[in-house]
């Protein structure tokens, strides 16, 4: 599944002190496909996606988003250019409400600046108006109800939170959306229905998705294709059934879990 690749990650290697976090690794994502990557704890999942992110800098290799070299670039950078991202952590301001934190993911591309802010001229008082609506508009879309849109975040459901989370790396307009363990903390009516929202967005919204995922119903549910680490190394990589099947891979993280 090498067509149309949206990003391409070559040889990309991350090393923390002795540490080989990540190792050697080629990767590409397709344009329009919802791709996942799995593999046991301490694989080097995140810290891959935070290379892709500009939250580490890849100690060798070279990534590109839509041909243009961002091995360097800066997470607001990338954020710019069209990839969005939530964490394996939900890191919401717990003081702001739901709107508030989504209107957080729009500033990027907000053109008041801080002295149009502080003066509240009629045409900031007007963007402001927009990207609030803009922010409910997105929050109904992933699915929070609107008596939860002016609650604290602190106040929400772990879902909600996920949900809010999304909305607001939706907010920037990527096109490339990376979800980090997205239905962690989910009951499995909460994670199918995010498993639906995936395809959506792939669908209506055109959006490709990478996530890192460990509930094996949902990346083997949604998953057009799925690349295994297991100590920082690329193992396997292919369609569902084949990844399933793959020995190497039963051994790595499906014996494993199975044995848990
Ligand atoms: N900032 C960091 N400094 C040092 N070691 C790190 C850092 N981030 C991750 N690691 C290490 O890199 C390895 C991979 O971690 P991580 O990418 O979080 O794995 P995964 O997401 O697959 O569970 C682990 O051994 C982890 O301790
Ligand atoms: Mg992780």
Redesign the pocket.
């Known amino acids: 599944m090498t067509e149309d690749p949206i990003l391409t990650a070559t040889r990309v290697s ?1 090393i ?2 002795g ?1 080989v ?2 190792n050697d690794v080629t990767f590409d994502i397709p344009r329009r496909r919802i791709v996942t ?1 799995i ?12 290379m892709l992110t500009g939250l ?1 800098r890849a100690s060798t290799g070279r990534i590109a988003f839509e041909g243009r070299d961002i091995t360097r670039a800066r997470p607001d950078r990338i954020t710019k250019a069209g990839v969005a991202r939530t964490f ?1 952590n939900i890191r919401l301001f717990s003081t702001m409400t739901a709107v508030e934190n989504v209107m957080v993911g729009e500033h990027a591309r907000m053109k008041a600046g801080i002295v149009g802010s502080v003066l509240r001229t009629p045409w900031v008082r007007r963007e402001e108006r927009r990207v609030r609506e803009r922010a409910r508009e997105l929050l109904d879309f992933v699915g929070v109800r609107k008596d939860q849109q002016e609650q604290l975040a602190s106040n929400l459901s772990y879902g909600d939170q996920r949900r809010v989370e999304i909305a607001r790396a939706l907010a920037s307009e990527p096109r490339l959306l990376l979800l ?2 997205p239905t962690a903390g989910m009951n499995p009516n909460e994670s199918l229905r995010l498993t639906e929202f995936m395809i959506r967005l792939r669908d209506e919204l055109g959006l490709t998705i990478l996530m ?1 995922e460990h509930d094996m119903k949902v990346v083997m549910g949604v998953s057009e294709r799925i690349t295994v ?1 297991d100590h ?1 190394e690329k193992i396997a990589e292919g369609d569902p059934a084949t990844v399933r099947a793959n020995p190497r891979v039963i051994e790595a993280y499906l014996g494993k879990q199975e044995a848990a």
Do not use: M, R, W
Request: proline fraction near 4%; charged fraction near 15%; aromatic fraction near 20%.
């Open positions: 991350k923390f002190g540490l976090a990540v990557i593999g046991p704890n301490g694989a080097g999942k995140t810290t891959f996606f935070n580490y394996q980090d363990e890192i680490f920082g």
